[in-house]
């Protein structure tokens, strides 16, 4: 093994502290690229090597099995010994609950061949207790039955802080009720289910506290109220407890992440100490700047300021562009330039975003990867195979059941099946045993009764090859008995689409698993709490330009990233929001910033097509909060000046520039360090003789109180013809309005500012 101490030598002084700590709880506020993967690993040897503790009393959680593995790997390389590692138990949140759950899950009557319910899995569950209801409509029950289990609710809790209507409660009693009929679990059962069986059963509480005597959590920050209620029964009297995160990171609110677990840990765990680490091996320090800048501006946080001993490094580039076509252009000729397109990424707010980039990367022979696309197990015909299997380790599975008695086609229609699944009571949830008695019953038709029948003997047939033959052997026999290959082939041959290749891909990754039911449980539940490991390549390893949306980066960084829409209501995209969502939303232009390690661009357009129409944007508060002196501004910041001469746009207008933009209340001073936007920009160049200038000029005076633009306001444009106001609304101090004209046309105006005249009485 590496010497540990060659290992602490390489750690910085905070580092260095972090990891020699392990008297008190400890609280490590990581901030972005200060190396807390390296402070972790480094402390699990440290607790091995120096203090003694076993390897298998050691637990490390995180949130991907992608980071789970790189931890494990790293932990393998400085203890040199592949047994000693392998005994750490290295997991996620949910795999954790998982490997919990299948050792003592019996103890509240929880099978150990459980299935992991997907979300469309639940959703079909929630659908079979409310078949008249359709499943758009129960979507959003569903929903917020998760978002009430990832907060540590029950449907016996008071669930009046979800706002939720008189029927929620029943609702999600019925949901509960037939999942533990079934015999699964969904996402959030892992985790509520172990504090279910934690509190429930004391000794196996004592058995865990006896197991584990260092417990290590990474992103602490994503950890959501059910997690952090977990964490605190895990932790017995003479466990140490770390946790590892950075609050200004926390950006999964949406997903039911609690900021507030990070920064009430001192509380919770009395006498914990805290170690920040503060400097960056990422980025330049000018990058870091910005981050820095507009992430002090959150209330809810922890102080902290990255540094680096890398270079200044050249300014971030604020762009102004034009609209969305504009802005990929802008970015593909900064690509084609130098071609480092594995080292940059296109980051956006919304996967919608992707499209201009997409199109003009194509037509400019951009090579690229969206990441966040449709993912391999999600494809339907990798899911129709699954559903077999699942239905092969648990015979209650009705959801799965449902999914692949009728497909494809075995004269099983509505009425057949409901016939059969008359039988659950009798039958006990079995739903062989329910087919059996209706098979015996007479009461199906001949041709649903052949289909039933070579359905059961299928899954007999799969069985005894389960007990004799190899896995990827009896796979094979299942998807070709079933229909599936046949099915999927005949569309092959229409569309050449490629699904009988993906259903080979899957047996394929079934081939490096044991042939044995446990092989195909272990498959099956690494497969449902992270698809992106199985049996297909990660797109973030293809070659290209990375296009990905802000919350996917976490974790990644790139030589240049180009973060683009720095627009209000796009981003951040909860304007008219509570106060946290901003701060969730700073926290996310954070993270962005943070993934750059030369170069950093930000981009904002004049206009938008959103939903079909052009919508006049208004830069984000954000490239507000930023200091003119930090960035490179290029291009003319919209709402202020527009410059232009016989040949284009002329980006500089002098003194002149400064003086016009503070005539007409210029919105480019972006704070009290100096002209933002245009101004920053047209200061610094001359201004052409032969240019004409045109300003945003104030056409209409603003009183208190009064809308310039009332609703119905019919108005007249030059360029559209006659409109009528169909939407007003509030950015920032700025009345802005949506117009509908005659011919058809739609359009976003500044009240102030726009280029219309008042038609009628209002």
Not at 67 to 93: G, H, K, N
Not at 171 to 180: G, I, L, P, S
Not at 541 to 546: A, F, H, I, Q, S
Request: net charge neutral.
């Amino acid at each position: 093994m590496a010497d540990i101490d060659t290992l602490l030598s390489a750690l910085n002084k905070d580092q260095m502290e972090a990891v020699l700590e392990n008297s008190a709880p400890l609280l490590v506020l990581a901030g972005a690229g200060s190396g807390k993967t390296r402070v972790i690993t480094t402390k699990i040897a440290y607790c091995i090597e120096k203090l003694g503790i076993p390897a298998y009393k050691i637990l490390a959680v995180t949130f991907t099995n992608r980071a789970a593995s790189e931890m494990r790997q790293r932990v393998t390389e400085m203890l040199d010994d592949q047994q000693v590692s392998s005994d750490v138990t290295i997991r996620t949140f949910h795999s954790f609950g998982a490997w919990f759950l299948r050792r003592f899950g019996s103890e509240i009557g929880l099978g150990s061949n459980f299935t992991i319910y997907d979300d469309d899995d639940s959703l079909s569950l929630l659908s079979s207790c409310y078949p008249n209801f359709k499943k758009k409509e129960l979507d959003p029950v569903m929903r917020k039955i998760s978002y009430a289990k990832d907060r540590g609710l029950t449907c016996k809790d008071n669930l009046s802080s979800l706002k939720a209507d008189a029927t929620f409660p029943r609702m999600f009693e019925a949901y509960e009720d037939k999942m533990r009929r079934v015999g699964n679990v969904d996402f959030a059962d892992l985790i509520g289910r172990s504090i279910e069986l934690l509190d429930a059963k004391p000794d196996v509480q004592a058995w865990m506290h006896n197991r584990f005597q260092v417990i290590l959590v990474d992103e602490y920050q994503d950890s959501n109220i059910a997690q952090f209620e977990l964490l605190k029964r895990l932790v017995g009297p003479s466990c140490f407890i770390c946790v590892v995160g950075d609050d200004d990171q926390s950006i999964y609110r949406f997903r039911g992440a609690e900021v507030q677990n990070i920064l009430s840990f001192p509380e919770v765990f009395s006498g914990a100490k805290t170690v920040k680490l503060e400097q960056n091996y990422r980025s330049t320090q000018s990058i870091l700047d910005i981050a820095n800048t507009v992430i002090q501006n959150n209330k809810g946080r922890h102080a902290k300021r990255l540094w680096t001993a890398n270079t200044k490094g050249s300014k971030p580039n604020l762009m102004y562009v034009q609209d969305e076509q504009d802005e990929a252009q802008r970015v593909g000729r900064i690509l084609q330039q130098d071609k480092n397109y594995d080292g940059s990424a296109v980051l956006y707010r919304t996967n919608a975003q992707s499209v201009a980039f997409e199109t003009t990367f194509k037509r400019m022979r951009i090579p690229y990867k969206v990441v966040g696309a449709l993912q391999f197990y999600d494809r339907e015909e990798v899911k129709d195979a699954l559903a077999l299997l699942f239905l092969l380790t648990n015979s209650k599975d009705e959801v799965n059941f449902k999914r692949m008695i009728n497909k494809p086609t075995r004269g099983i229609g509505s009425g057949s099946l409901d016939t059969i699944l008359s039988y659950s009571l009798q039958a006990e949830g079995d739903i062989f045993r329910m087919l059996e008695m209706a098979i015996r019953s007479g009461g199906l038709s001949n041709k649903a009764k052949n289909g039933a029948s070579a359905f059961l003997e299928l899954y007999k047939h799969a069985n005894r090859m389960m007990d004799s033959e190899e896995l990827v052997d009896c796979v094979n026999f299942m998807i070709r008995e079933s229909g599936l290959f046949d099915l999927y082939q005949k569309i092959d041959n229409q569309n050449s689409t490629g699904k009988v290749d993906n259903l080979e891909a899957l047996v394929n990754a079934l081939a490096s698993y044991d042939s044995s039911r446990d092989g195909l449980l272990l498959f099956l539940e690494q497969l449902c709490l992270d698809p992106t490991t199985l049996g297909r390549e990660d797109p973030r390893d293809k070659k290209g330009v990375t296009l990905i949306t802000m919350h996917n980066t976490k974790g990644l960084e790139f030589d240049r990233v180009f973060a683009a829409g720095l627009e209000e209501e796009l981003f951040p995209g909860r304007a008219k929001e509570s106060d946290d969502d901003i701060e969730e939303e700073r926290r996310i232009f954070y993270v962005a910033v943070t993934r750059a390690r030369k170069q950093l661009y930000l981009l904002c357009a004049k206009a938008r097509k959103i939903w079909g129409k052009t919508s006049f944007q208004h830069p984000s508060r954000f490239i507000d909060e930023i200091p003119t002196h930090q960035v490179a501004v290029d291009g003319i910041r919209p709402g202020t000046l527009d410059v232009l001469t016989e040949g284009g746009p002329y980006r500089g207008l002098g003194s002149l520039g400064e003086k016009r933009a503070k005539a007409h209340g210029s919105s480019g001073a972006m704070n009290s360090n100096g002209w933002g936007g245009s101004a920053g920009a047209l200061i610094q160049k001359g201004f052409g003789s032969n240019a004409k200038t045109f300003t945003m000029e104030e056409r209409h005076t603003e009183e208190e109180g009064v809308s310039l633009f009332p609703l119905g306001q019919k108005v007249y444009s030059d360029k559209y013809g006659e409109g009528e106001v169909v939407n007003l609304k509030k950015s920032g101090d700025r009345e802005v309005i949506d117009v509908t004209f005659v011919g058809g046309s739609k359009a976003t105006f500044i009240s102030k500012f726009a280029q219309l005249e008042k038609i009628g009485g209002q």
